[in-house]
């Protein structure tokens, strides 16, 4: 059974003596045609119940028609013939654990239940008539479709109560996360933020300063701040209207202020109006802080949320900013990826050098790690000696440029131990790039898959998953 779905309870245990009472209620001979019906049309079950799905525009966002034509329409149709033509007593609970695991997974890929319940009864509409197509209407098709419907009706029942159950822990930790990241050190993000503003806007200058024609100026949502507010500030600041502010002003620099820029360098070049063009975006880069500075203002001081020893996220966040990554990477395009990071032979470390000097390692690490992202980039403490981290808008090889940046620093890292001795640690890095599938437990496992084979490969090694690309040192 899935590790994240939901312990039996009354619920289950109830479900189990129900579904005992319509096997052991249903004749044979029901059970035979309902077998015979179900093993003939699994394949247009399964196709009716998508079609329905697809049907909804906010379904299509998360389910495409490859993944359903590669994995998905095989996933349903074995469904089907599970519900419908398993008539052993004994295998009862391994299909209530099967409709918890469905509920789990669709609660981690966010498909709306009443979807799910739409097809469930298209389904049961379809699985009816065909039965009444294989001859005359007569008790012994009526059981069948009766003991169809009751099956799937069970089956549904279990996956709509762990969908709850799934939907509403999500809704704590992400309430959570609001909650640590809206009580962070304040003054440390506010100041952060304010070097990334500071730091476009020199760059701007400059460009404009040079003003030849080939000069690019870069967009301010593509810097540091611009990844920030993108990915982390909605986070933070949920529904305050200095967001939408703020949002507007980096669009007018980036949409309006900088085309004309552009415009002004390639046909004149005119000082006056390059000035006066400045004298904008300046004034807009005002607004910006000022607004962010209003934001943070709002916060407190409570460190609430992190790694006691490394100071990190909580992986318990993860589901929560993996899940708003993989919605923003369905409406920008812009695809991201996760970086598993683990300290090599970490545990000779312990043994030798004792725990304190082993947790030294991790924090110094977390360091690392933390300093060759960005600010619109994550990152937790995944486990023991794990670390994981998000990078957002980066392509798979982008994303391997990352990883090899955090392994050659730690590599290049001498620790300072408590005593003044010095210790050198190598990391194996893993990196999943994103692929389109919408249950972020996935992404997750691929991460851990792919970290697997990089310990084959001995230490201080990254490999790229090998769905993309791959690669090592």
Not at 429 to 451: K, M, N, S, T, W
Request: with cysteine.
């Amino acid at each position: 059974m899935d590790k994240h779905a939901q312990p039996p309870n009354a619920q289950s245990v109830s479900v189990h003596a129900q579904w005992l009472d319509l096997m052991t209620q249903t004749s044979s001979e029901a059970k035979a045609i309902l077998s015979t019906v179900a093993t003939r049309n699994a394949k247009r079950f399964a196709e009716i119940f998508f079609e329905t799905l697809l049907s909804d525009p906010k379904a299509r966002g998360v389910i495409t028609q490859e993944m359903i034509d590669q994995r998905l329409q095989a996933t349903m149709e074995s469904w089907i013939l599970r519900i419908l033509t398993t008539w052993d007593p004994s295998k009862i609970e391994d299909l209530v654990a099967q409709q918890h695991q469905l509920g789990v997974m669709h609660g981690r890929m966010a498909i709306r239940i009443e979807l799910v319940l739409q097809g469930a009864r298209m389904i049961k509409r379809s699985v009816s008539q065909a039965i009444m197509n294989t001859g005359p209407a007569d008790l012994l098709r009526i059981d069948a479709a009766a003991t169809a419907t009751g099956l799937i009706d069970l089956a549904v029942e279990i996956i709509s109560t762990q969908y709850a159950n799934e939907q509403d822990q999500a809704n704590k930790t992400g309430e959570s996360y609001r909650t640590f990241a809206s009580t962070m050190n304040a003054t440390l993000e506010r100041e952060r933020q304010h070097s990334a503003l500071l730091e476009w806007e020199n760059q701007f200058l400059k460009s404009m300063m040079v003003a030849r024609p080939e000069t690019r100026i870069a967009p301010l949502s593509q810097s540091s701040f611009g990844l920030w507010l993108r990915h982390k500030a909605p986070t933070i600041f949920t529904s305050m209207p200095e967001m939408i502010k703020v949002i507007s002003s980096v669009d007018r620099i980036d949409r309006q202020l900088i085309p004309q820029c552009h415009s002004e360098i390639v046909a004149h070049g005119d000082q006056v109006e390059l000035r006066r063009l400045s004298s904008l975006v300046i004034n807009e880069l005002k607004e910006v802080s000022y607004l962010t500075d209003s934001l943070f203002e709002s916060l407190g001081g409570m460190e609430s949320g992190r790694d006691a020893l490394t100071q990190l996220l909580n992986r318990r966040f993860l589901p929560t900013i993996l899940t708003r990554e993989i919605n923003l990477t369905r409406l920008s395009r812009k695809p991201f990826a996760t970086l598993l990071i683990d300290i090599d032979d970490f545990m000779s470390i312990n043994e030798k050098l004792g725990r304190d000097a082993g947790d030294r390692v991790l924090q110094r690490m977390a360091s690392i790690v933390t300093n060759c992202l960005r600010s619109g980039d994550f990152v937790f403490r995944h486990g023991g000696t794990a670390f994981m981290a998000i990078v957002v808008e980066v392509t798979p090889d982008q994303a391997m440029k990352i990883a090899e940046k955090i392994r050659q620093a730690a590599r290049n890292e001498a620790i300072i131990l408590a005593d003044l001795k010095q210790q050198k640690v190598t990391v194996s890095i893993a990196v999943a790039p994103f692929d389109g599938h919408p249950d972020y437990q996935r992404l997750i496992d691929r991460a851990e898959h792919v970290l697997g084979k990089v310990h084959e490969l001995g230490p201080d090694q990254c490999l790229l998953d090998a769905g993309s690309h791959t690669g090592s040192n």
